[in-house]
């Protein structure tokens, strides 16, 4: 098993570009979950689906779509790239929440710069 | 909303025992959990702990006191491959179950 995978794994944009992130888990996981880390701030929660077709929004979702057209990919999506949006993201997956014991299985990360 | 306090930076002799706190504030909480991360990699679970007492996972324990509203991870024996940033997160029943990550502390271990 791959796990959770992530492409690219490293991007560098300009203002006002945009991009997609993708996320892949092979582990028939229903809840998956997109998180940035930045210096000092830990993991923050951007969006997340508890199901093939769901999204909702997390901690910081402005400037960030999502779509779960599959229940294995979880794609990420920058409109139009902000400097303020640099950062480290990562995706993340669980069974489900409570019996998972709060486990959740994160992907390499994708290490953005908006330049 | 939630807030989670951890110590940032520890260091400790290789062989020692070290014990990272965390104390956090949240109006569903489910369980407390705790992540390791080396630099340039991805965090990784070590434990979860839903009731009160100790979970032990090898040279790694967890603690938790609901009424403290307290946690704390125990590495024993350490090595130098424990030198890492450990962060610890709240598992949230508000909204849909989510975690919620404190800022995370970083383990020096010295020969």
């Known amino acids: 098993n791959a796990g959770v995978t992530q492409t690219p794994k490293f991007r560098v944009l300009k203002t006002g570009q945009s991009m997609t992130l993708l996320c892949a888990q092979d582990?028939?996981?229903?809840?998956m979950y997109w998180y940035r880390q930045d210096p000092g701030m830990g993991l923050r929660l951007i969006h997340y689906?508890?199901?093939?077709?769901?999204?909702a929004k997390g901690e910081v979702p402005d400037g960030y779509n999502v779509s779960r057209l599959k229940k294995q990919n979880f794609l990420l999506g920058l409109e139009s790239a902000a400097p303020s949006q640099t950062s480290v993201y990562f995706c993340?997956?669980?069974?489900?929440?409570?019996?998972?014991?709060?486990?959740?299985?994160f992907g390499p990360g994708t290490r953005l710069t908006v330049l | 909303g939630q807030s989670l306090e951890q110590p940032s930076e520890v260091t400790a002799v290789e062989g020692a025992i070290v014990q990272i706190n965390c104390t956090y504030q949240?109006?569903?909480?489910?369980?407390l959990s705790w992540y390791q991360q080396h630099d340039g990699g991805a965090p990784t679970f070590l434990s979860y702990n839903a009731l009160d007492g100790l979970e032990e996972t090898g040279r790694f324990s967890s603690f938790l006191s609901r009424s403290d509203s307290y946690g704390y991870l125990l590495l024993q024996e350490l090595q130098m491959k424990d030198s890492a940033s450990y962060f610890c997160a709240v598992f949230d029943q508000t909204g849909a179950n989510n975690l919620f990550f404190g800022t995370g502390t970083r383990l020096t271990v010295i020969p």
């Open positions: 689906s508890v199901g093939e077709g769901t999204t």
């Open positions: 993340a997956s669980s069974l489900d929440s409570v019996t998972a014991g709060g486990q959740q299985f």
């Open positions: 949240t109006s569903g909480f489910y369980g």
């Open positions: 582990m028939n996981h229903e809840y």
